[in-house]
């Protein structure tokens, strides 16, 4: 059995590799942009490849990979996602982002609350917390 602090260590070292190959990822997809032919391809194959590798960690030392980063991420053919390039974005209003892979086709989908605007309740706390303000000013008190 490894000792509980050991984990921790190991944790450690296995979230900085993935945040480090997530950061090689996306340079090498940059790079892909600017390159063409056979040189673009090894480029992109290369980003998917750190991606790849950072999943691996992640599974063998059951760290999550941040939300931010995982939401980019090709579940099955290990693509670095850019929304306008290999991905597809779309909004189902007030219900669920799509985020398609246009490399193999591949959806996901996360669950998401439309932009409303404030209660007319909150708006009433918010007036409520602004006189609250002005009076603090006025009586100079914290
Ligand atoms: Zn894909």
């Known amino acids: 059995m490894v000792a509980k602090r050991e984990r921790r260590r ?56 941040p939300r931010h980063l995982k939401m980019w991420i090709c579940k099955r053919c290990n693509a670095f996602l850019i929304p306008g390039r290999n991905a597809r974005v779309r909004l189902r209003r007030g219900e669920y982002i799509t985020i398609t892979c246009l490399r193999c086709g591949a959806e996901k989908r996360r669950p998401y609350k439309a932009p409303r605007p404030p209660s007319p309740r909150r708006q009433q706390s918010t007036e409520r917390a602004g006189k609250a303000e002005k009076r603090r000013k006025e009586f100079n008190v914290l």
Not at 32 to 56: F, N, P
């Open 10 to 65: 190991r944790k450690d070292i296995a979230f900085q590799r993935i945040e480090r190959l997530f950061e090689l990822a996306e340079e090498a997809a940059k790079e892909a942009r600017m390159r063409e032919g056979r040189e673009r391809e090894e480029m992109e194959r290369r980003s998917d490849r750190y991606v790849l590798l950072a999943r691996k960690i992640s599974m063998r030392h059951r760290v999550r990979i």
